[in-house]
């Protein structure tokens, strides 16, 4: 839709009749039209347009040559247009330059808000006018303006000129009527390569590549060539959902008709080949490359990005000369996704230490390294880093920043950003309900699901996965359920693998492993390891180890390496000492190179990340952490800590058994942070793996006897441990 009339608030115009006075103004009065022509700012403007308002000798041709100098704003432009009279309207050349200039504002809803004024006050139009108008509908997707433009067009016989035929065609493509355009399309009488490109562009935004290949033969027989941006739309189409036949086929398509592959061509064959992970053929076009440029070393970084090899992104990020922001942006967020959030942080400071300034995409990706880090300071640094630079008002950079505090623990901040934030959408609100999901509290989870509800904003499938995690999480089995329903029934969302995981987790938690299996079983699509996986957890959990052995059989066939499955199976068959099925899966692994992964906990310290692993002894700390560890023991045991050596199923005496629990990566983080000279009131720690039982109580009595809080972000969630209680009550 367009938009309201600006803010700003002008006098109206004078009389027609005052507008038509002597074109010569008295000696006293300024030379307005210089003065107009030298403005170089908008005060500058506004400052004029007093005067002329002052003024009782001014001309109309003033007023419109202060609207022409004023196009470069466009909302003040629009202000002064509102106020234009009625009689006499301004010539049809003025017309199609003040729409040319509004086209070309970034605004598409300029030029909407401009078509309205032209039929308010009955502005001369003609062909030239409607190919901007209808650009604008489809930038803005504002398909009732857009069939309102193609109705006035009708009207006046200017339906069937080319350029504006073209304009439809890419106006319905835009607004997702792909058959509507096809229709415009086909009645054209003239169609020039710019026509065929732009419906084959809609194709391929509509994914509907079988019918963009067989436009392109139809292309060829009709005896237009098409030219290599028609190839570069297809390409960066299949790059962009991965689609790696199609792209194959018309690199062939390519090769076969003989084209000269230019410098952009080739980038995107290149884009293609490495977002759909075909890397050899990618790294094949870039090193025929005669000179390695930016975009096509950007497409490669994040090609390698994303089929996890960020060290081969890397390589080639070092070797580019020339770095700009987009190339940056790419390896900032290859390190983010491939989960190296601290390598992450450190290009983001290079970036800057090389004057190059940040986009709002490269802080979404610097915020979501930092919420995997889950550094609280440093995301506190990085908020007042997004403040001091004006990216705080945006909604994406609002809702990232939401995500981020609630993974590095702090559910308060996460709320502060939420509850000023003058624009909410369902993103806003799934971020909101799933912090509170992933920290266990589920009642606000709840509570602010049923608010987002009642101010119509509807949730989506990712909604109703935060809602379901937080009943898992809670066990409230009938809630959970309810909701499942209510997502199928009433909002007609069908359920993903993601719903059915969830509600094995929830069925199983809550020890109702038939309903769980039930569930698998008649699930539509193939359980994937996630299901399975889960299914697999809640077995261990419930002691139900022959329906364990089969969830984990059925995961290991999906991915024979998973090392959790491997354990899992040894595990039970320990406990049932069948030690020759230990063996086998122990020689197994060890033959396949599998190993069990090793617990590793992070603690923020004085702005810096220290890592523990299991049994860690590389701290340069490490004598006064273990003293610590075995003072805190001491403590703990006075009141009723004994250390659970039941989960360690490994032949060993039960001194032995007790060193490896107590070793735990989280106990030594927590104790180099009992140390600190600065007594904080809060002790985080972020873990791996699931936190252990005897890991578990032992950070609630720590609690209670250090009087600290003490929180933990394992692989599923937040626990925060209070006065010898925890959030989860002891439900995770």
């Not at 509004?102 to 605004?107: L, Q, V």
């Not at 032209?118 to 139009?125: D, E, G, H, R, V």
């Not at 059989?553 to 959790?564: A, F, V, Y």
Request: charged share 20%; glycine share 4%.
């Amino acid at each position: 839709m367009a938009q309201p009339l600006p803010s700003t608030v002008l006098h109206p115009y004078p009389t027609a009749a005052a507008a038509t006075a002597t074109a010569t103004p008295p000696r006293h009065q300024p030379n307005f039209i210089h003065l107009i022509s030298s403005a170089t700012s908008l005060p500058h403007l506004k400052q004029i347009h007093g005067q002329l308002l002052k003024n009782s000798h001014h001309h109309q041709h003033h007023l419109f040559h202060l609207l022409l100098t004023s196009l470069s704003f466009p909302s003040y432009a629009l202000s002064l247009l509102s106020s234009i009279p009625h009689h006499p309207p301004p010539t049809l050349q003025l017309t199609n330059k003040i729409l040319k200039h509004i086209s070309r504002s970034n605004d598409p809803h300029n030029t909407l808000f401009f078509f309205q004024t032209m039929q308010n006050k009955a502005f001369p139009i003609d062909w030239f006018s409607f190919p901007p108008l209808l650009k604008a509908a489809s930038k803005a997707m504002a398909l009732s303006e857009g069939k309102m433009i193609h109705g006035l067009a009708a009207k006046l016989g200017y339906d069937s000129d080319p350029f504006v035929e073209t304009a439809l065609v890419g106006m319905y493509a835009a607004c997702g009527l792909i058959s509507d355009a096809r229709l415009v399309f086909d009645k054209m009488s003239h169609k020039d390569v710019v026509a065929w490109n732009i419906m084959i562009d809609g194709y391929c935004q509509s994914q509907l590549f079988d019918n963009a290949l067989a436009l392109l033969e139809e292309m060829k027989s009709s005896k237009t060539e098409p030219d290599q941006r028609i190839f570069t739309t297809i390409l960066s189409s299949c790059a962009h959902v991965g689609n790696l036949d199609v792209g194959k086929l018309v690199h062939g398509f390519i090769s076969e008709n003989k084209m000269v592959i230019d410098s952009h061509l080739q980038s995107a064959l290149l884009n293609m080949y490495a977002s759909s992970g075909a890397m050899d053929m990618a790294q094949s076009l870039y090193d025929n490359l005669k000179t390695k440029n930016v975009v096509a070393s950007t497409a490669l970084i994040t090609g390698y990005s994303k089929v996890g090899n960020i060290e081969a992104a890397r390589l080639v990020f070092d070797a580019m000369v020339d770095k700009d922001l987009v190339c940056w942006s790419a390896m900032i967020s290859g390190y983010a996704e491939s989960d190296k959030p601290q390598e992450a942080l450190m290009i983001f400071h290079d970036m800057q230490q090389n004057g190059i300034k940040p986009d709002q995409v490269t802080m979404l990706s610097v915020i979501s390294a930092c919420a995997n880090l889950g550094a609280l300071d440093q995301a506190r640094k990085i908020h007042q880093f997004v403040d001091d630079k004006g990216f705080g008002k945006a909604l994406p950079i609002n809702n990232a920043l939401i995500d981020m505090y609630a993974k590095c623990g702090s559910l308060e901040e996460a709320k502060e950003v939420f509850s000023r934030m003058h624009r909410k959408n369902v993103i806003s609100w799934t971020s909101m309900i799933s912090a509170f999901a992933i920290h266990g509290d589920v009642d606000n989870a709840l509570k602010y699901f049923q608010m987002m509800k009642s101010e119509n904003v509807e949730p989506n499938r990712v909604t109703f996965v935060g809602v379901l995690y937080a009943c898992s999480h809670a066990g409230l089995v009938e809630e959970g359920r309810r909701i499942f329903h209510s997502m199928v029934n009433e909002y007609r969302i069908t359920p993903k693998l993601e719903h059915y995981g969830c509600m094995v987790d929830l069925y199983g938690r809550a020890n109702h492993l038939p309903d769980a299996l039930k569930l698998v079983e008649s699930m539509p699509m193939a359980p994937n390891v996630v299901v399975w996986g889960s299914l697999m957890a809640a077995c261990l959990i419930h002691g139900e180890f022959e329906l364990g052995e089969f969830a984990a059989k059925r995961l290991l066939e999906l991915e024979p390496d998973h090392d959790g499955a491997h354990v899992f199976l040894s595990n039970i068959y320990a406990k049932e000492k069948r030690w020759e099925n230990v063996g086998a899966v122990r020689q197994f692994m060890k033959q396949e190179g599998i190993s069990k992964e090793r617990g590793c906990s992070m603690i923020e310290m004085d702005n810096e990340i220290h890592e523990f692993l299991t049994a860690d002894k590389n701290h340069k700390q490490t004598d006064e952490i273990y003293a610590k560890l075995d003072e805190v023991v001491d403590k703990l045991k006075k009141v009723g800590y004994s250390p659970n050596i039941s989960s360690v199923l490994v032949d060993l005496d039960d001194d032995e058994k007790q060193e490896v629990v107590l070793w735990h990566s989280e106990k030594l983080a927590l104790c180099y942070g009992l140390m600190s000279k600065e007594k904080q009131s809060c002790i985080r720690i972020i873990k791996n793996l699931r936190i252990c039982e005897d890991c578990h109580n032992f950070m609630k009595l720590a609690s209670k006897v250090s009087d600290r809080e003490i929180v933990v972000r394992d692989r599923t969630r937040f626990h925060h441990f209070r006065d010898g209680l925890c959030s989860c009550k002891d439900y995770w």
